[in-house]
């Protein structure tokens, strides 16, 4: 074979394994793309849970307010014992929130919670400095 064939021929294997390289890589970061996305969909079900939990609480919480405006006494406890639960709900939210923030590679705002980019300064949404 001539020596300029096979000198071609060696370009274009080397080009298409380059080029599988590059398949291959994409296939992975595709991958664990569609894997954080699968990930950050469970986390905004159980956020979802947790804020319909959240407001069940206050509803009951407004419930106890308004009975004790009617003149109903609440039991001694019962403000405590809902307030505790809604400040668990809460970290609950906020802890679930995070996760998502960090699988999405993104700052929320301190301000309004709304998720920012790594690299903003300040928030698209309320424009609260970073």
Same mark, same amino acid.
């Given at each position: 074979?001539? $020596?300029?064939?096979?000198?071609?021929?060696?370009? #274009? /294997?080397?080009?298409?394994? %380059? @080029?599988? $390289?590059?398949?291959? $890589?994409?296939?992975? @970061?595709?991958?664990?793309?569609?894997?954080?996305?699968?990930? #950050?969909?469970?986390?905004?079900?159980?956020?979802?849970?947790?804020?319909?939990? %959240?407001?069940?609480?206050?509803?009951?919480?407004?419930? #106890?307010? %308004?009975?004790?405006?009617?003149?109903? #006494?609440?039991?001694?406890?019962?403000?405590?014992?809902?307030?505790?639960?809604?400040?668990? =709900?809460?970290?609950?939210?906020?802890?679930? =929130?995070?996760?998502?923030?960090?699988?999405?590679?993104?700052?929320?705002?301190?301000?309004?919670?709304?998720?920012?980019?790594?690299? $903003? /300064?300040? &928030?698209?949404? &309320?424009?609260?400095?970073?």
């Amino acid at each position: 074979m001539d $020596d300029k064939v096979k000198a071609l021929l060696e370009r #274009v /294997k080397g080009t298409a394994n %380059y @080029a599988a $390289d590059a398949a291959a $890589d994409g296939a992975r @970061a595709a991958g664990k793309k569609a894997g954080q996305m699968v990930d #950050v969909a469970k986390l905004n079900v159980q956020l979802f849970d947790l804020n319909g939990e %959240y407001n069940d609480i206050l509803r009951q919480l407004g419930q #106890v307010m %308004y009975n004790t405006h009617k003149g109903e #006494v609440p039991e001694s406890d019962e403000v405590t014992k809902l307030l505790g639960q809604a400040d668990e =709900k809460m970290g609950k939210i906020a802890e679930l =929130k995070g996760r998502i923030s960090d699988l999405k590679q993104a700052q929320s705002c301190p301000a309004c919670g709304v998720p920012c980019g790594k690299g $903003d /300064k300040f &928030c698209r949404a &309320c424009g609260t400095q970073l």
